[in-house]
Nanobody, 126 residues
Framework: LLQVMESGGGSVQPGGSLRLSCTASGYSEKLNCMGWFRQRPGKEREKVAFIDGALGSTFLDPSVEDRVTISLDSAKNTVFLQMDKMKPGDSATYYC???????????????????WGPGTQVTVAS
């Protein structure tokens, strides 16, 4: 059974940086898609970033694309989310997702994910 677990959340001051990690387990092959959603207080869950393990292509939401980098260690099925110049509006619970299905199921950013991590809390405040 494919599972994912996030780590690296915490508190950071505005303008600071944070790096989230997410490792998948229960699957021995390379994952095709991994990524991140977030849910801010009182808001709906929203897309942040995704990476295609086969093609290496990435998707970053326009709201964060100048401050966020997503990368993947395929050998370890671990995805990283590097967030810089953070703002209070980045405060949220960040969720990792993963999908084993091939590219024929669409882009990583457009998929319906059924494998979610429990989430990691990020707080940006002075």
């Amino acid at each position: 059974l494919l599972q994912v677990m996030e780590s690296g959340g915490g508190s950071v001051q505005p303008g600071g940086s944070l790096r989230l990690s997410c490792t998948a387990s229960g699957y021995s092959e390379k994952l095709n898609c991994m990524g991140w959603f977030r849910q801010r207080p009182g808001k709906e869950r929203e897309k942040v970033a995704f990476i295609d393990g086969a093609l290496g292509s990435t998707f970053l939401d326009p709201s964060v694309e100048d401050r966020v980098t997503i990368s993947l260690d395929s050998a370890k099925n671990t995805v990283f989310l590097q967030m810089d110049k953070m703002k209070p509006g980045d405060s949220a619970t960040y969720y990792c997702v993963a999908d084993t299905r091939s590219i024929w199921y669409g882009s990583c950013a457009s998929r319906h994910y059924t494998t979610w991590g429990p989430g990691t809390q990020v707080t940006v405040a002075s």
